[in-house]
């Protein structure tokens, strides 16, 4: 065989140039893209870019570019746009494929390359651009297309649907900040209390102070408690303890108990430990929250789709928003668009690309009249079709309507082990409460009301509220830094009990865009390798390209080139007849001494003057690492398999899982719910690992679901954790780390317990004072959490 020559890289992206170089300014470019980005920067005195960061260039330019004229229209605007005074507009736009400084430097400098842009201001944690404009210069679709032009194509559906989530976000930071103010002023208004100062010149100040203090109370009761108090409520009503409260009460009891002091004139209070506690749990809420923002673990059918396509109507071209997109509309749809709703197609020959909506990895080929189903990603020339059903009636949308999408739970604020303890906390600080008034009833009624509302504030659990936060935080974010993005606390702890791992294959265990290509046969001559890469060089389908690119050598003009859709191709070639494809072109050439592998679907066979030579055998390439992963898993997990291909990679898959394991091929989406649902009703708790719209249900279903995805910031389904691809191997690790930070979290609520004793032997004596709770609060919950925070970092997974 002939060695490949070598490969040139782009100097502007990185990338392999495989299909062509285009040489200028002296340097190597992998598209006319990327070369256009370089005369871009170099023209505008930007070419500085290339010298920030060598080891991390610039993001690959895309040659096929999406219309762009919906957001022209005024209701797409309205969508984006953060702000609009006149001609001056803002808005933020999220860009997945910033990955280095370099990308920083050429971002801010947006109104060198276009003079409509004022300003603009990255984000690199949230992956944003904030772009301030003048639309009189330049309009909004400009601006995405100069972004797309520059190699950082915005995603567009992920800019709608993350502004609710914003806005949560930040009235959390607006109602922490809130009680931060009022905790830090009121413990600087406290100092005469801390120090005992006596002085009679002070007492008018005393009673200033304290009053002031009252006023900052206010707002942290009304605005940043609130959640708690809500909670606490709910979970009375519905006659189950929680650690709300607990919390609810010690809110409570602190402020009231304060205010009563304050305005009797018997006290100072104890508003220091109050805006102290509510400070501390938003914290631990903020930081638990505040992983991922750039990612997005809710996502629906919407988010896979296009925001509008293009309709034709009486001949001419129109953009149409998706969700007025209506049943006989025809729509014009361009390579790598997905197929918007169930449609008949009317013109041209679609090669459909099902794989994230059933799991199949083979290319399907479509003929006019031949029936599609919505999510299918066109991945040939341009295409029309009329709509049959709405968007809503669509075979995609049916995946979000199944059992596990409705059954949708309340979202829960504190994790499963800390409410259990919180039950028995809860029930033992209410006996503790009730005998230490009955106690001092009998004993001294004057101090009975100080002695109960001193054990309600003291055994407030701060310190156990804030461990698992913490705890789940500092773990996320080192799962995080290690590819591995967690949900919520809730979801380690279900991951923590799981017993069964369900495995998807296609773009799960198996690279997506990757194949591997062997030939099986006769020994190929230069000749044949020459023959057989002629007659595929002038074929588009997926197995033809894996061919071509897998034989090296030159390639030698064809004639009565022929390609028959689902069988297979020929050609003549040096008066040599070529033919390629399934058995169905020449079964009665083919030997009975076949191996079974040979009459896969994935098999492509090789005639060469009627004699059967061989065949190439094209199989997705499995990630690295995956037979030592699920060897791992198999001691402490009971594995099983689902794919929605052909059987035809039993036996690949029996070599890693072993003969005994369960595998299940040809499964459409309901029927891998089904089974998660099976598995679940025999007591099994189950974690799911799939990377398509086909794995969505069962994803939802199971008590993990986590999405293995190559790119963990492009649309993923809904799950509970996004896992990179190329970390997937390390798994069993995570895994075994998410349940020793559980035993540290076990260990801090031991600690907080201890702290909750120390008080209470203050306060059941009725001798809890101010500086007491001052002091014994917020130090139970800075040893919880400098506890927590350390162990689950220095028990953190040694991978690479």
């Known amino acids: 065989m002939q060695q490949a020559k070598q490969i040139k890289t782009c100097y502007h992206c990185g990338e392999d140039c495989n299909t062509e170089v285009i040489i200028h300014d002296a340097h190597d470019f992998c598209c006319h893209g990327c070369k256009t980005v370089y005369t871009l920067l170099n023209d505008t005195g930007l070419i500085s870019y290339y010298e920030i960061d060598k080891e991390s260039p610039g993001s690959t330019v895309s040659a096929h570019r999406a219309n762009k004229d919906f957001l022209d229209l005024e209701e797409v605007k309205k969508q984006f746009i953060d702000f609009s005074e006149g001609s001056r507009n803002k808005v933020t736009l999220y860009l997945p494929s910033m990955h280095c400084a370099a990308c920083i430097w050429l971002l801010e400098k947006l109104e060198q390359l276009n003079e409509g842009v004022y300003r603009s201001e990255v984000n690199f944690l949230r992956k944003e651009v904030t772009i301030h404009f003048n639309t009189d210069i330049v309009s909004l679709k400009e601006l995405v297309i100069l972004l ?28 922490l900040g809130v009680a931060g103010f009022a905790f830090g002023n009121i413990m600087l208004f406290s100092f005469p209390e801390y120090l005992s100062l006596d002085d009679a010149s002070l007492d008018k100040f005393k009673v200033l102070f304290n009053y002031l203090n009252l006023g900052l109370s206010i707002p942290v009761l009304l605005y940043s408690s609130v959640d708690y108090l809500k909670s606490g409520w709910k979970s009375i009503r519905v006659n189950y303890l929680t650690i709300d409260v607990p919390i609810a009460l010690g809110i409570i009891t602190l402020f009231g108990r304060s ?101 199949e990895s083979d290319i399907v080929e479509k003929r006019e009249g031949d029936y599609i189903y919505a999510g299918g990603r066109q991945t040939g020339g341009a295409i029309e079709v009329e709509v049959i059903k709405e968007v809503s009636q669509s075979y995609l949308t049916g995946l979000w309507n199944q059992s596990a999408f409705n059954d949708q739970h309340e979202e829960v604020r504190f994790s499963a082990l800390i409410d259990k303890v919180s039950r028995f906390f809860s029930i033992g600080i209410l006996g503790i409460a009730m005998l230490t008034l009955a106690y001092w009833l009998w004993i001294d009624p004057s101090e009975a009301f100080d002695a109960f509302t001193a054990v309600l ?13 913490f705890a789940s935080g500092n773990v996320s974010r080192i799962l995080g830094k290690l590819g591995f993005f967690v949900k919520n606390a809730s979801t380690l702890e279900r991951m923590a009990n799981t017993d069964s791992a369900v495995f ?4 799960t265990l198996t690279k997506a865009h990757s194949t591997s290509v062997r030939f099986e046969g006769t020994t190929l001559s230069q000749e044949n390798l020459a023959l057989i890469k002629s007659v595929v060089s002038n074929s588009t389908h ?81 990630r690295k690492g995956i037979p030592d992963l699920v060897r791992a898993l198999q001691a402490n997990f009971t594995t099983y398999l689902l794919s929605g291909d052909h059987e035809g990679e039993r036996q690949r898959m029996e070599e890693m899982f072993g003969q005994h394991a369960t595998m299940r091929f040809n499964q459409s989406p309901m029927d891998k719910l089904d089974f998660i649902k099976k598995l679940q009703d025999d007591g099994k708790h189950v974690i799911m690992l799939g990377d398509g719209l086909n794995d969505a249900g069962a994803l939802k279903q199971a008590d993990v679901g986590v999405a293995v995805a190559d790119d963990v910031f492009s649309f993923s389904p809904a799950c509970d954790a996004i896992l990179q691809a190329d970390r997937l191997a390390y798994l069993a690790e995570f895994i075994r780390y998410i349940k020793r930070s559980l035993n540290v979290v076990k260990v801090s609520i031991v600690i907080s317990l201890l702290y909750n004793v120390v008080g209470l032997f203050f306060a059941v004596q009725a001798e809890l004072t101010p500086i007491v709770a001052a002091i014994l609060m917020p130090l139970s919950s800075v040893t919880v959490v400098a506890f927590v925070s350390f162990f689950t970092s220095a028990i953190r997974p040694k991978v690479n």
């Open 259 to 359: 205010a009563f002091e304050i305005l009797s004139g018997t006290g100072p209070g104890y508003f220091d430990s109050f805006a102290g506690l509510v400070f501390f749990l938003l914290i631990g809420k903020w930081y638990q929250s505040r992983t991922y923002e750039a990612l997005a673990f809710d996502r629906d059918f919407k988010s896979y789709f296009p925001i509008a396509v293009t309709r034709v109507k009486n001949d001419r071209e129109e953009v149409c928003m998706l969700e007025d997109i209506a049943q006989g509309d025809r729509l014009r749809l361009l390579n790598n668009q997905v197929i918007p709703a169930d449609s008949i197609l009317m013109k041209g020959i679609a090669s459909v690309d099902y794989s994230f909506v059933n799991g």
């Open 504 to 507: 998807d294959k296609t773009g």
């Open 542 to 622: 997926p197995l033809s390209v894996a061919i071509r690119q897998h034989l090296p050598g030159p390639v030698a003009p064809v004639a009565g080139f022929e390609e028959a859709a689902g069988k297979g191709v020929s050609a003549l070639v040096h008066n040599k007849r070529i033919l390629l494809g399934g058995l169905s072109l020449r079964p009665d050439t083919i030997s009975e001494n076949l191996p079974k592998g040979a009459f896969n679907e994935s098999v492509v066979h090789v005639w060469i003057e009627e004699a059967h030579i061989g065949y190439f055998l094209i199989e997705k390439e499995i």
């Open 148 to 175: 797309e032009d520059l190699g950082y194509p915005p995603d567009l559906q992920r800019d709608r649907t993350k502004r609710g989530a914003n806005k949560e976000s930040k009235k959390l930071i607006l109602k």
């Open 457 to 469: 504030i003291i055994a407030c659990p701060c310190a156990l509220a804030l461990s698992m936060p």
